[in-house]
Structures are given as C-alpha cells and as structure tokens.
C-alpha cells in the first residue's frame, strides 16, 4: 500500500484565501441581492498595459512563423528579458547582480514555496509575524516545522518574529538562532517597511550568525521613500546572504500571465557548495521556462513606455490606499501602511477578533478584507484591506465602513 506525505496532513484547516472565498461564496448565494465589494486578496484590476499588450501581440505573430517559433524556454530565462532584469533592477540602482544569477519563473509564489527545497530539513526558520502564509505551509510541507498548537497558532520548531504596533513593526533579532529568516518588503500583510539602515542590520546579522535571507520583494515598485531599499542588493555583504524573489504580478499587473524571477548570487555558499548551481538544477530538472509570449512581455515592462504606463498604474492603487488610509482614520480606526505598499493594516474595532470583524464587515456592510490572525498569532485584532481594487469600488466600501 502507498503512504502519503506526512507532513501534508499536518497543515490546520484550509489555506486562509480558500477559506476566504469559501465564506463569501456562500453569503453570496444566501443573498444574491447584495453588492459585494472585495477589497482582500492582493489581486490587480486595472488591465496590462498598453505597451505589454503590444509586445504581446507581436510575440505571438512570431509564434506563427516557422522562422520565429519558440518551444521550449532557456532553463534561466531568455538573455533579453535577464538582462533587462540586471540593467533596469539592478545595474541602475548601484547593485551587483549579474543577467546569469536571475532566474525567471511564472510567479514569487512559486518560488516562495519552493525556494525551500535546496535547504536541509534540520534548518531553523525565522518569520515575521505576521507572515504571508507560504513562507511557513511550504516549510510545514518540507518536514521543517515540527508541532502545530492550536491554542497559540504556532509551530514548535519555528522561530516567530513579532511585528507590532509596540515595535513599529519591525522585527527584532531572534533569542534562537535561525538558518533561513523570512523577510518581505515592503511587508505582506502590515503595508510597513524597514529603512536602509534597518535592513542592513538584518544583513550583518545573516553573514554572523550564518543564516540566509530570503528577501520578498514583490511590492518594491510601491515603495515611495528615499531611506526604503528596492533590492536587498543595495546592502553591503547581502551577495553572501540573501537571495531575493521578485514578481511582475503587482508592479505590472501580471497576476493573471504569471511571471517572476528568483536572484540567487554565486557568492552565497554553504562551505564550498553553490546555492545558485543548487537552484539551477533545480529549475532545470523541475520547471520548463516561462513562456516566450510572456517573458516579451515582461520585457516591455522595462521599455520607456512601460515604464511610465506603470508609474501610472501604481498611481492609482496608491490613490486607493491613501483613500482607504485617510477614510478609516476619519472613522475613527487606528490604520497602518498604506505608504510604501497597496495594504492598509487596520486595529479591529470593539475588542473583536478578526474574523469576528471579517463577519461583521460582510453582513454589514458587504465589504470583503483579510482577518489577520490568518497571517499569524500578532496578526490577531488587526485586518488587511488591499488597494488593488478599482477607485470607484474603494470608494463606495468606505462610505459602507463609515456608515455602521
């Protein structure tokens, strides 16, 4: 008889956004009168820009053609969309990240949840909490997590980082020390950040105790502040450290074309043994390429008019975010992020729990956001609202928050 992995059937419950989407459903269905406004999974709603659609359409006229078929993908990525990648992200912002040390891939998710596996089971892990749930379901996948209690939410073997309003949420240094700390910022789900100076700190810290950095990147395009880094790259000493994941999905609109692209420097070994050739194996035996339709596209996201296109596009979601910020604050919420990043992270009203408030927001005022205990035990009492919905929705759910 076949066994099961294990560790799969340790995971609690269901994943938060099924949950999600399970409870809506079904309060849609029971009343199929009511106008829902969704403002909780991170998904974009504004259509890709005009000129990704037109390096889209010419991709695929060269797909037509016998002389300009393209099968296959180059296991890293095709060298136009690297390099483009290594100027634009990189080269521009002072850092050191060579086109060979950038694989592309359909997603950070993916690579979020995959990352993981060049690692050994016996690693510590250090999150922030609150966490995007990845980073900890894919380790409790791997075997890496130990026991799970109910009663606080947590994993034995995994090392919690608070991230409050006491601290500003900012992650202190951990009493154990860790092997892989978890970081993504501008951070998912709070909307806050760290400075240049704070993050470097953090890259001290990895290269003397050991441990590898993987650094989320995924809202960097939101950033708005000159002492926020875009790239963990921009860090003395992260090139022996840290490996970033990067996505297309927020900054260009992509979440429904999937792209992304994973930056693993040659300078990050483990003894005389290479991270990168590690991953590069991996990616070769496990993923066959992004599209060559997609990554053209991903490559106009760094043309002149992409550029400026999507300026205009993070404009506009962060219009919503300063509409939701500065709405709720005149409710009478206490509210954090919104500036750097698309999230506004908000303190639930009246002593309810968060999915007490997430029920209550739906029944009442038909508005749909992410309680956020399911990011973490500090994420209990606080809620995410996302910016990514259209300014006219935004809108509306507000004036419904502001009338109960």
Request: proline share 5%.
């Amino acid at each position: 008889m076949f066994h099961v992995n294990e560790n799969y059937q340790k995971l609690p419950g269901s994943y938060l956004f099924s949950t999600i989407a399970k409870k809506v459903n079904a309060y849609q269905e029971a009343n199929p009168d009511k106008n829902i406004i969704r403002l909780g999974i991170g998904d974009v709603t504004q259509p890709l820009a005009p000129a990704i659609i037109e390096a889209m359409h010419k991709a695929v006229d060269e797909m037509g053609h016998a002389e300009t078929f393209h099968g296959y993908a180059p296991d890293l990525g095709y060298e136009f969309l690297r390099k483009a990648i290594a100027e634009n992200d990189y080269a521009a912002r002072g850092c050191e990240v060579a086109a060979d040390e950038i694989f592309v891939s359909d997603g950070a998710k993916s690579d979020s949840g995959n990352i993981q596996e060049i690692f050994g089971q016996d690693n510590k892990i250090a999150v922030c909490d609150p966490v995007y749930p990845v980073y900890v379901d894919s380790n409790v996948m791997a075997g890496r997590t130990g026991t799970y209690d109910k009663e606080t939410g947590t994993w034995s073997d995994v090392i919690y980082m608070p991230c409050t309003a006491e601290n500003h949420f900012v992650p202190e240094f951990p009493k154990k020390t860790p092997d892989m700390i978890y970081l993504c910022l501008p951070n998912n789900p709070t909307g806050t950040t760290l400075t240049k100076d704070q993050l470097q700190e953090w890259v001290d810290y990895a290269n003397k105790v050991g441990a590898v950095i993987i650094y989320d990147a995924a809202y960097e395009a939101y950033i708005s502040e000159d002492n926020v880094a875009h790239s963990i790259y921009e860090c003395k000493g992260a090139r022996t450290c840290a490996i970033e994941l990067h996505s297309f999905s927020k900054n260009a609109g992509f979440t429904g074309v999937r792209l992304g692209y994973t930056v693993v420097p040659k300078d990050l070994k483990c003894g005389e043994v290479s991270l990168h050739d590690m991953w590069a194996r991996r990616h070769g035996t496990k993923f066959n390429g992004a599209p060559y339709i997609v990554q053209r596209a991903g490559e106009a996201v760094y043309s002149e008019e992409g550029k400026a296109q999507l300026k205009e596009q993070v404009a506009y979601y962060m219009k919503n975010a300063k509409t939701i910020k500065e709405g709720l604050k005149d409710a009478g919420y206490t509210v954090f992020g919104g500036v750097n990043a698309p999230y506004i992270w908000l303190k639930t009203p009246d002593q309810m729990t968060s999915w007490e408030f997430f029920d209550y927001l739906l029944e009442n005022a038909n508005v749909v956001g992410t309680p956020g205990s399911g990011f973490g035990p500090s994420g209990e009492g606080y809620f995410r609202l996302t910016a990514f919905g259209n300014y006219e929705n935004t809108v509306k759910a507000l004036e419904r928050i502001k009338a109960l």
